[in-house]
């Protein structure tokens, strides 16, 4: 019974531990995942860099190819952010 409550500290630290820092990164990943599998051409996007740019054609492999004003330029699908490409395409609604 003594090292049950010795190691009772340690079970609710890592518990706390994956709820809070484990398992809202899984959950992250997996949306980052989706959103490159779901890519069609025309969508307006922005890289991790902060390119703006617009997908023409998306490679066999996890690349596309993006038009921006400097030319087209060829990207992995990872390098495109989740979020920049959701505000970029959703604003915010206007406050009056």
Known sequence: MEIVNQLAPFILIFAVFYFFMIRPQMKRQKQEKKFAQELKRGDRIVT???LHGKIIDLGDDD???IETMAGKMKFERSALSLEMSQKLNNPPAKKK
């Open 48 to 50: 991790k860099s902060g």
């Open 63 to 65: 690349t596309c190819i």
